[in-house]
């Protein structure tokens, strides 16, 4: 099998890294039937690219075996944010190349030097991947990554921007909208919702990327509230006596 190296994943503060550890693990509830997952957003930049990486390597450090397939045809920002880095310089394909019909699915496919986490690069741009997306071997190629592995996330374009991100849908068991706090419009949301809906991939849930969190969600404030309350809840079941203020009522 090809390998790539992922060279860099910008760092997870402690609150994003809880955020995102919750939504595996409910994406996890899903059911059995949703393996195919996209993930998309209204606009540009606003994070989705970043929380298909993160679920992917989130996933893995649960013991999943996933694979990120690299639908961005037009406009990837992976390879090049993330600094993926191909040990064969002549192993470059990726889904473009399957798509077009230029490589087969064995050869598209990378190992990563994330334990359990496979990639399908997009391989090269394309102008106009609307036909691509829209072939049999698309689907095929989804079909196949699920009987072999336990997720597969599809970083998806905007579908508020171009059509792809609906046509792929079609193919997937599920959708994730990543919207930036106070940057999309309510009625941009509510065109993409129906949008999607019109694909009959269900919507599992929207993620608000780009938010301050206040004080009380941070790490200081959860070690000070949840790890001091758990002493106080040993301590009395340890001596048998009711504590109040941290002292014992003798």
Same mark, same amino acid.
């Given at each position: 099998?090809?390998?790539?190296? $992922?060279? @860099? ?10 955020? $995102? ?15 195919? $997952? ?35 045809? @037009? ?33 598209? $496919?990378?190992? %990563? ?5 496979? /990639? ?40 508020? %921007? ?47 990327? /780009? ?32 504590? @109040? ?6």
């Amino acid at each position: 099998m090809n390998s790539l190296t $992922i060279g @860099r994943f910008p760092p997870l503060g402690y609150a994003c890294g809880e955020a $995102i550890n919750t939504l595996c693990t409910n994406l996890s509830f899903s059911g059995e039937d949703v393996k195919k $997952i996209m993930v998309t957003s209204c606009h540009a930049a606003e994070g989705k690219s970043y929380l298909s990486m993160n679920i992917m390597r989130t996933m893995a450090k649960f013991g999943k075996t996933v694979v990120l397939v690299d639908a961005d045809l @037009r406009r990837s920002m992976i390879s090049s944010k993330y600094g993926l880095q191909f040990p064969n310089p002549e192993c470059k394909g990726g889904l473009a190349h399957f798509l077009a019909g230029k490589a087969d699915l064995d050869d598209v $496919i990378y190992q %990563t030097n994330v334990p359990g986490a496979y /990639m399908v690069p997009v391989g090269r741009e394309v102008s106009n991947p609307l036909p691509l997306l829209n072939s049999a071997r698309f689907e095929l190629l989804l079909d196949d990554l699920a009987q072999q592995v336990d997720y597969v996330i599809v970083d998806a374009p905007p579908v508020g %921007t171009v059509i792809d991100g609906a046509q792929i849908a079609k193919s997937c068991d599920g959708t994730l909208i990543v919207v930036n706090y106070n940057a999309v419009r309510r009625q941009e949301l509510i065109d993409v919702k129906e949008q999607l809906e019109q694909t009959e991939c269900p919507i599992l849930g929207t993620v608000l990327n /780009m938010v301050e969190y206040d004080n009380y969600l941070s790490k200081k404030y959860y070690y000070k509230s949840y790890y001091s309350s758990y002493e106080r809840y040993d301590n009395t079941s340890r001596s048998g006596k009711h504590e @109040r203020n941290g002292k014992a009522k003798k």
